[in-house]
């Protein structure tokens, strides 16, 4: 329907935002959300593959993508799930390019995470993101079972959930891993088949390469 719920914490509907639709757009699907600091409501649009950035009554104050199936800079290829740092950069999961960018609160490029493929490093079907205070970023990829941490930087630290994180196919605390949320040292994973799963977070991963010397 192209809205957004607000709930109470009760769980009651206050208020059903429905979002703007240019012409020619098709109806917005949204399947990721997110509050910025400054209450924009940062929503990504799988139908419209784009993030568009919207005030309280859906109207949309900004937007990034080309509106189509893209890559890139300027592109996305399904938006879905999103978050918002400390200091209002936006990471979206691009699931059918298999990556995560990394936007600054108005909208521009600075990064991305990740690349298509099932190897380590890589997402196959990224599903959510989160990202932690010393900048790590978590994401959920419901193919591989897995939830991969990269460092701000870009760089691949490591795997969780799998017992060997190289191989696709080894066993899995998880089975579909999606919604992600980080709060402190603690990661709540929703999985779609196994239910909530609750982890402790240590100190930040090692570079691979560092442990390896």
């Known amino acids: 329907?192209?809205?957004?719920?607000?709930?109470?914490?009760?769980?009651?509907?206050?208020?059903?935002?429905?979002?703007?639709?240019?012409?020619?757009?098709?109806?917005?699907?949204p399947i990721g959300i997110a509050v910025a600091s400054n209450s924009e409501i940062v929503?990504?649009?799988a139908n419209n593959h784009r993030v568009a950035f919207v005030d309280n009554q859906g109207h949309v104050v900004k937007s990034v993508g080309t509106?189509?199936?893209?890559?890139?800079?300027?592109?996305?290829?399904?938006?879905a799930g999103l978050t918002v740092d400390?200091?209002?950069n936006v990471y979206i999961v691009d699931t059918?390019?298999?990556?995560?960018?990394?936007?600054?609160?108005?909208?521009?490029?600075?990064?991305?995470?990740?690349?298509l493929a099932d190897t380590a490093g890589?997402?196959?079907?990224?599903?959510?993101?989160?990202?932690?205070?010393?900048?790590?970023?978590?994401?959920?990829?419901?193919?591989?079972?897995?939830?991969?941490?990269?460092?701000?930087d870009g760089a691949y630290l490591g795997v969780i959930g799998r017992r060997d994180g190289e191989h696709i196919a080894s066993d899995s605390i998880f089975e579909a891993p999606s919604g992600l949320s980080l709060i402190g040292?603690?990661?709540?994973?929703?999985d779609g088949i196994a239910g909530l799963i609750t982890l402790r977070l240590g100190e930040p991963l090692a570079d691979p390469a560092d442990s390896a010397e």
């Not at 059918?96 to 690349?115: C, I, M, P, Q, T």
């Not at 040292?185 to 929703?190: A, F, G, S, T, Y």
Request: no cysteine; net charge neutral; hydrophobic share 45%.
């Open 1 to 29: 329907g192209g809205q957004v719920l607000v709930l109470s914490t009760s769980g009651a509907v206050e208020r059903v935002i429905q979002l703007e639709t240019a012409p020619g757009e098709l109806t917005p699907r």
């Open 43 to 45: 929503v990504a649009d």
């Open 67 to 79: 509106g189509m199936r893209a890559a890139g800079t300027d592109g996305f290829n399904v938006p």
């Open 86 to 88: 400390t200091i209002g």
């Open 96 to 115: 059918l390019n298999g990556r995560v960018v990394k936007l600054s609160s108005d909208g521009a490029y600075l990064r991305e995470f990740g690349r």
């Open 122 to 152: 890589s997402l196959a079907r990224p599903k959510a993101v989160a990202v932690d205070a010393a900048g790590r970023v978590f994401v959920s990829d419901g193919l591989q079972a897995a939830v991969e941490v990269f460092g701000p």
């Open 185 to 190: 040292d603690r990661l709540d994973v929703i």
